[in-house]
Each structure stands twice: as structure tokens, then as C-alpha cells.
């Protein structure tokens, strides 16, 4: 069993777009699809979609890839993980590569981007970053 449906589909997507491949298959949970929700509206995936095969439920995501055929992400890092969590306050969430990158927050509010969450003056455990 997994203990960690995160990695995996981090892993999943960042295999999937080595191999130059137009969907993936994720793990269903409401922090996955929270995740691929949010690498959408930043357009690092071309969409996602939640379909339900043999009463499970799975996540299907279209990775985007720019003009020359290059995957748009560049680097999909988990950050928190569950023997080591990482928490930052409202003031240590900063901009990620200049603003060209996203790190994924989970706060009290929901999963959110960083910039958000700093808008928000909110805080809480860093799940990734992207960029």
C-alpha cells in the first residue's frame, strides 16, 4: 500500500513527461486533485479530469509540452514529506525562481499556491514545488 499518493503522482508526472508521453493515471485524493487543479490554472498541465474504473477513482492528467516538444515542467520537487514535514509561516513563503516557479502550500484554507497563501497572510506545509 502507499503511503504517500503525493510523491507518487508527482513521480507519475515527472516520469510521464521524461518520456514524452500526452496523459498520465494518478491516484485518486482530494490533495492530488487539489494539486493537478492548481498545476493547471498555472498551466504546467494542459488539463485533468477524475474518472471512476471499478469503483476507484483516478485522476487523468494531459501533460503540456512547449512549440520544440519540451515538457513546460522543468523540475517537480516534494518538498514536505511524511518523516520530515516542512512548515513556513506567512512571512517565510517567498517567491520561488524569480516568480517563474510555484510552491504548493497546504493551509488551514486548503491547498494553494504560495503567492496566494501569502496574499491571504496564511501559512503552513510546503507539499512542492514547480517550476
Not at 504560495?114 to 503552513?124: D, F, P, V
Amino acid at each position: 500500500m502507499l503511503n504517500d499518493l503525493i510523491s507518487d503522482a508527482l513521480t507519475r508526472i515527472r516520469n510521464a513527461s521524461l518520456r514524452r508521453l500526452d496523459t498520465t493515471k494518478l491516484l485518486h485524493s482530494k490533495s492530488v486533485e487539489a494539486i493537478a487543479r492548481i498545476l493547471t490554472e498555472k498551466e504546467y498541465l494542459e488539463s485533468y479530469n477524475v474518472v471512476e474504473e471499478n469503483n476507484k477513482k483516478f485522476i487523468n492528467v494531459v501533460l503540456k509540452y512547449d512549440e520544440n516538444g519540451r515538457s513546460v515542467i522543468n523540475e517537480l520537487t516534494r518538498v514536505s514529506k511524511p518523516s520530515r514535514r516542512l512548515y513556513q509561516g506567512k512571512d517565510e513563503i517567498k517567491r520561488f525562481k524569480n516568480g517563474y516557479g510555484t510552491v504548493i502550500v497546504s493551509t488551514s484554507q486548503g491547498i494553494m499556491a504560495g503567492i496566494e497563501a501569502s496574499k491571504r497572510g496564511i501559512g503552513g506545509e510546503v507539499l512542492c514545488t514547480v517550476w
